[in-house]
């Protein structure tokens, strides 16, 4: 039976289209633009086997958008679940819609950390994002301690079941495992335990939205950078990467892109 399952999990890999996503979090300036102008530019080099994706600040969403081009996506880093109302500061996953985002990331651990957003809340955020027509990066992961403790498996169970939404047909979503104690910090999991991780959550996929399951892509996040990139997307049931710093500089990021349609 294990055995099955491992060579399934290797064909879902290889059935699913890789996503390379970047995370500007609070950084970029209009003079950003230019970054996702090479960015855009550099695409035409590569064949057209995996998406690309940016999130920058909301205040870039729309002219990265009109200079986006065909290949580059473009995204927002979170949402507000109502469509409309009094929620000053706020945007909804329609107003992002409008702006031109067709992704959006929520449940990001700094949101979950400095913004107090549940698991709860991070499911409305997923069921906003697909009201507006836009598809979530739902993200995930254990702390350090929590590691330590040996709980990441239950952690990172216990936080996407309670935090994914419920798919009418024609809707996807994406997920994305970021080990808190790797974000920006230079420290990566092993292979073996990235594959450990992406192989529960592809079974809590599986159990939950059945055959559709195999098809949602999973992303690992937590310092991906050009140097270990291509090892890190060779992993079973690594569908692709989220990237934080790596994703600033149009070379760092072609560079990991790179690798995924080699």
């Known amino acids: 039976m294990l055995g099955e399952r491992t060579n399934l999990f290797k064909m879902v890999t290889g059935m699913v289209r890789t996503l390379i996503a970047g995370n500007w979090k609070m950084n970029g300036l209009k003079s950003s633009l230019e970054e996702a102008k090479k960015t855009t530019q550099m695409l035409q080099d590569f064949p057209d086997k995996a998406d690309c994706l940016i999130c920058p600040p909301s205040t870039l969403v729309v002219p990265m958008k009109e200079m986006a081009g065909d290949r580059l996506h473009v995204g927002a880093q979170s949402c507000h679940p109502e469509a409309s109302g009094a929620f000053t500061g706020d945007l ?25 957003e549940r698991s ?44 994914v939404p419920t798919l009418a047909e024609s809707e996807t979503l994406v997920v994305a495992y ?10 990566v999991p092993s292979n073996e335990e990235i594959a450990t991780v992406h192989g529960v959550i ?11 399951g195999r098809e949602i892509r999973i992303l690992y996040g937590g310092s991906m950078k050009p140097g270990n990139a291509a090892e890190i997307l060779a992993i079973e049931n690594v569908n692709g990467g989220l990237i934080g710093g ?8 072609m560079a990991i892109y790179a690798t995924a349609v080699a």
Do not use: M, N
């Open 202 to 212: 592809r079974e809590l996929l599986i159990e939950l939205y059945q055959d559709r």
């Open 178 to 187: 970021e080990p808190l104690w790797a974000i920006g910090t230079g420290l």
């Open 92 to 116: 909804s996953a329609e107003i992002l819609a409008d702006a031109g985002a067709s992704y959006v990331i929520v449940g990001h651990s700094e949101r979950r950390s400095e913004h107090g």
């Open 246 to 253: 790596a994703s600033l500089k149009a070379d760092d990021f």
């Open 120 to 163: 709860a809340y991070v499911q409305e955020q997923a069921h906003a994002c697909l009201r507006a027509g836009i598809t979530p990066i739902i993200c995930v992961g254990e702390s350090y301690a929590q590691r330590q403790r040996g709980e990441t498996k239950d952690t990172v169970v216990r936080i996407l079941r309670k935090s």
